[in-house]
């Protein structure tokens, strides 16, 4: 079945340092891929999605590159902020409508001054 | 666009009583929705899938006569859980997708953390 694995976390930065948060999947078929962030007491909110290979999505200053040949989907960011401090999920569907999506286990980020 | 909203956002209950939590699209219609289950820093388990005017789709290893369902309109869902036991205590998530025409993406609630005393 699909599968998602992200890095472990937490993974705790200082502001203004780069970020990679990695992620590679195991699909059947073309899935759209997602990464949602989850603040602190708060539901999912989308991020950033990519829906086919070689698609870059981008928000907030943060990427995400659809890489079929290393099934990966690795999220990055140039320079954190405390405000970015969040547990990041990255997700997969199968496509179309009503698809269950796929998540990761999620990966807590601290960013601190 | 795409707001989904969660009612009430926080809920305590004595062990034994039903508690019932409202998931609505508030800006377009919702051919489905979902409900997800988070356990402290764990992942999303997804519970179930609804579709209005059908019967809910539950995952394997959920009760089905302890979490209702109803998804009675395309802008509004119910989760009952029934006769709620502490280890019933969880942060719970809805989600809603539109139809193709809207948007292939599931937009989240803001959840909400049930407490069974």
Redesign the interface.
């Known amino acids: 079945g699909d599968s998602v694995t992200q890095m472990e976390g937490p993974v705790t930065l200082s502001e203004e340092a780069f970020l990679t948060i990695n992620c590679t999947y195991t699909a059947t078929g073309y899935p759209s891929l997602f990464w949602y962030v989850q603040y602190p007491g708060e539901g999912l909110q989308l991020l950033l999605k990519a829906t086919k290979a070689d698609d870059k999505g981008s928000n907030k200053g943060f990427e995400a590159t659809y890489r079929k040949e290393t099934t990966s989907f690795h999220l990055e960011k140039g320079s954190v902020q405390v405000s970015d401090s969040a547990v990041y999920f990255c997700a997969l569907s199968g496509g179309g409508t009503a698809s269950k999506l796929t998540f990761g286990t999620g990966t807590r980020l601290q960013v601190t001054l | 666009g795409a707001v989904v909203s969660?009612h009430p956002s926080w809920v305590i209950c004595k062990s034994g009583t039903s508690v019932k939590i409202e998931c609505r699209s508030l800006d377009f219609q919702a051919?489905?929705m979902?409900w997800y289950r988070q356990f402290p820093?764990?992942?999303?388990m997804?519970m179930a899938?609804s579709?209005e005017g059908s019967k809910a789709t539950y995952e394997q290893g959920v009760e089905k006569d302890k979490f209702l369902i109803n998804h009675a309109s395309l802008t509004l869902s119910t989760l009952t859980v029934t006769s709620a036991h502490p280890e019933d205590s969880s942060f719970y998530?809805c989600?809603a997708?539109g139809?193709?025409a809207v948007s292939?993406?599931?937009?989240?609630?803001?959840?909400t953390?049930l407490t069974v005393l």
């Open positions: 969660q051919t489905t979902f820093k764990q992942s999303l997804l899938t579709n998530i989600s997708e139809d193709a292939d993406t599931q937009y989240f609630g803001p959840g953390r």
